[in-house]
């Protein structure tokens, strides 16, 4: 079973910009594993920020986004806000399964 | 309003079975695909099994597969999981989800598998 991988933690400045990256053991991610972002708070349920790649949900903040990077999926946050301190789950298909990363625990310090 | 609650949670004894379901309400719940998505106690979130609209079409992580079984009633606009031969480390809090980029989640009920 393939295994994907996330930035266990990273940290952000306020007002500043970092790139969450989603890689798949399986090799190069492509649009085809059709990679989902995901937001979680603590105590709350997840909340889906991207899907398809680079697509938005109604709800999601324009400065996040959602691309393919250097092989691996990628969520760009651009201009971090302290609200945007949570922990971030990828998700990639392949082909009916689903899998998610282990999460990437984002600090706006 | 669109909503999605689940219920059924419990505590549960190794080996034993447990159903767990999610009422749909505020769209047509027949039109989409649903998953169930399940989150262990202070880990991440892991993907269980989904399935199509009309039932027809069922897909399970490695992890469940042959002890859950996913189904819906489109009648009753409701989702089920039956988990039987459960194990401790079924132990999660599961949430379902509507398969339209994945835009609806349940708050989860709580999954206790411990003698």
């Known amino acids: 079973q393939a295994v994907v991988t996330q930035e266990p933690s990273l940290t952000v400045s306020p007002g500043g910009t970092v790139t969450l990256t989603c890689g798949s053991s399986t090799g190069a991610v492509t649009s085809g594993h059709y990679p989902y972002w995901f937001q979680q708070k603590p105590g709350q349920a997840p909340r889906t920020l991207i899907y398809d790649t680079s697509s938005k949900h109604s709800w999601t903040p324009a400065r996040f986004s959602g691309s393919l990077l250097g092989g691996n999926a990628a969520l760009t946050l651009s201009g971090a806000q302290p609200e945007d301190e949570a922990e971030y789950y990828c998700?990639?298909?392949?082909?009916?399964?689903?899998?998610f990363g282990g999460g990437t625990k984002l600090t706006v310090l | 309003e669109v909503q999605l609650v689940e219920s059924g949670g419990g505590l549960v004894q190794p080996g034993g079975s447990l159903r767990l379901s999610c009422a749909a309400s505020g769209f047509t719940f027949s039109s989409y695909w649903m998953h169930w998505v399940r989150q262990p106690p202070g880990k991440g979130l892991v993907w269980v099994s989904r399935i199509s609209s009309d039932g027809s079409t069922t897909t399970y992580a490695d992890s469940v597969k042959g002890r859950f079984t996913i189904s819906r009633d489109n009648a009753k606009n409701t989702l089920f999981l039956q988990m039987n031969s459960l194990r401790a480390e079924d132990t999660a809090v599961y949430f379902c989800?509507?398969?339209?980029?994945?835009?609806?989640w349940g708050q989860g009920t709580t999954v206790t598998v411990s003698s």
């Open positions: 998700l990639l298909s392949y082909g009916g399964a689903r899998l």
């Open positions: 989800v509507r398969d339209w980029g994945m835009d609806v």
